[in-house]
């Protein structure tokens, strides 16, 4: 298959063309900085210079295409709704109708569980599950109405979302950031790490989107785990003993952290202090909103199976 991939240079978009290329796919890749060229190249992908900003510029690199891969993402925790409404939904609609214009075969897109999050527990929660209208991040806003451009698109054009969760692996900057917390004694638990977490290695997401070259239904909806979900603990301080660091024991009660991060939200956009606050909702969702979601609409209709054995429990 001839494969156009966004975020290519990024952590997943690395590890999805390296199997697409192992396949024997051709893969084509975008890129805006010399860096990012470097990389594709290193890859063995064919670059096409551009940003998701200039998509007219190039999208007649999308003709020949058989499936568009959308993986490229901002992934922070603060900032301007106008930035993440630019980069990811506006972003997604473009390209969507730019592969759609060109004749692409499939569209799959790569969403977030960041839609499904506001305020309240997500436990033994499928793909019927009706999305909070505003989830409790710009970035799962973003995520969210780009999924809704998709559900809404009227061509021909097969799509499919999926939806991971967490997503670790070799390479992952999640190392990075616990070193970084623990260092700064910036790290504390909330509600002692009891609560559940879903995660996904990113073998097992690159696995999804390779089936779902071929499969899932048009407009179909897949949450993406590693369908054995870890307490907090468990998955900090896993990470923390590979690594060699000890986690400090401080802990603050779970209410008490959505309530500071609600206020503290709320004096940052009144006072529009462009720093990024000390505490987020999102940040603590992350880690006190307990979630354990169901894949058997991907087992079923993608044939998704987990990679267990490279998920050590």
């Known amino acids: 298959m001839n494969i156009f991939v966004t975020g290519g240079s990024g952590f997943l978009g690395k590890n999805l063309i390296r199997r697409l290329i192992s396949e024997g796919h051709e893969v084509w890749g975008l890129a805006r900085s010399p860096k990012s060229v470097q990389s594709l190249e290193d890859q063995q992908v064919q670059v096409i210079h551009g940003s998701l900003e200039n998509i007219p510029e190039w999208s007649q690199a999308l003709q020949g295409i058989d499936v568009v891969v959308h993986c490229a993402s901002i992934i922070e925790v603060w900032g301007e709704w106008n930035t993440f ?15 759609d214009s060109h004749h ?18 997500l436990l033994g929660i499928d793909e019927e599950m009706t999305c909070p209208k505003i989830p409790n991040s710009f970035y799962g806003q973003s995520k969210l109405k780009a999924e809704q451009a998709i559900l ?93 660091i000890t986690l400090p024991q401080k802990n603050i009660p779970g209410q008490l952290a959505r309530a500071s991060a609600s206020f503290i939200e709320l004096v940052w956009r009144l006072f529009q202090i462009k720093s990024a606050p ?11 909103m ?19 054995k490279r998920c050590p429990q």
């Open 278 to 288: 000390p505490l987020t909702r999102f940040e603590v969702a992350f880690v006190a």
């Open 85 to 99: 409404y630019s980069l990811v939904t506006k972003a997604t609609e473009d390209l969507l109708l730019a592969a």
């Open 152 to 244: 809404s698109y009227s061509g021909n054009m097969n799509c499919v979302i999926l939806r991971p969760t967490f997503i670790y692996g070799p390479g992952d900057s999640f190392t990075e950031m616990l070193q970084t917390l623990v260092a700064s004694n910036k790290f504390t638990w909330v509600d002692q790490g009891r609560h559940l977490i879903e995660r996904v290695h990113v073998d097992n997401v690159v696995e999804a989107i390779t089936l779902a070259l071929q499969k899932g239904n048009h407009k179909g909806i897949y949450l993406i785990t590693d369908g054995k979900p870890v307490t907090v603990r468990h998955l900090f301080t896993q990470r923390a003993e590979e690594i060699g």
């Open 290 to 308: 307990p979630r354990q979601y169901r894949i058997d609409k991907a087992v079923r209709e993608l044939g998704y199976q987990p990679f267990k």
């Open 104 to 121: 692409v075969g499939r569209f799959i897109y790569i969403s977030s569980e960041s839609v499904m999050q506001d305020r309240n527990p």
